[in-house]
């Protein structure tokens, strides 16, 4: 997991060395920062952000706590993203399923938020219970497909309305279209940068598993997952054959959507 959060942030900062050269780059990326998107892109007065994953995986995620009997939404604090994905939750009535399919975990929380463990006497005891549990020789984890506007719309909240997967290529994350790209793409009579947030362009999902940290920590987590990404027309840092960070720069440049910026 730590390998692939890092190789995340070195996609990231390859992805604005590789943008630099064409002028159209703002600040450094995010990195481990959450209320910054990963790249900022500008040209003129017109400023916005980009999402990047290095391939399709997961979006936003809220721990969840099991508290006096029953499972609750963790701390969202004034985080909107937070505060979104609990919305989500709500939505999809994941405390219903949870109460219902997931008993009496051995980590569980007083209600000032402390961590205790019932039934085991510390966290790697208690965690080889947990997962053997609600793990995948256990109840298994707890899925539910919910729509791809899901994902557009908590990574509208950070003033994002484009994602790029390194994979699959650049999308708009809804409506919103700050460059016009699709207008000038209409022009040159090229194909618009598809819309994830439609049902064809990918598979949206609910997961609520028993997440390992490390160090024998872990956490109930409930995350917003995608996968099955159709393939766009244009790709603004193509990831290098082999590779889970290094940009393609030679494809980059042929790129079309390079030329309409």
Known sequence: MA????????????????????GITGQKPAGASHNRPDLELKVGRITTGVELKNQPT???????????????????????????????GM??????????????????????GQKKYIGAEDSKKAYDLDIAKFGG?????????????????????????YMNVGTHGLFLLGSSDPFDFNGKLKKAKLPPVPD?????????????????????????TFTLQFGK??????????????SSSAIDTAKLRKDAIIGIF
């Open 58 to 88: 997961t979006a936003g995620s809220l721990v969840m706590q099991y508290i006096d009997g029953e499972w609750q939404f963790g701390p969202t604090g004034d985080n909107t993203e937070k505060e979104f994905m609990k919305g989500v």
């Open 229 to 242: 990404v159709m393939k766009s027309p244009y790709n603004i840092a193509p990831i290098k054959q082999g």
């Open 3 to 22: 390998n692939q959060v890092q190789e995340g942030f070195l996609y990231e900062k390859n992805a604005w060395a590789a943008l630099k050269p064409f």
């Open 137 to 161: 020789r256990g109840a298994g984890d707890i899925y539910e497909s919910v729509p791809n506007k899901l994902i557009s719309g908590y990574y509208n909240q950070k003033k994002t309305f």
């Open 196 to 220: 994830f947030s439609t049902p064809r362009s990918a598979e949206t999902k609910i997961r609520i598993r028993c997440q390992y940290k490390g160090s024998g920590s872990y956490q109930f």
């Open 91 to 112: 939505r999809a009535k994941v405390l219903d399923r949870m109460n219902e399919e997931w008993k009496k975990p051995v980590l569980q929380y007083t209600s000032q």
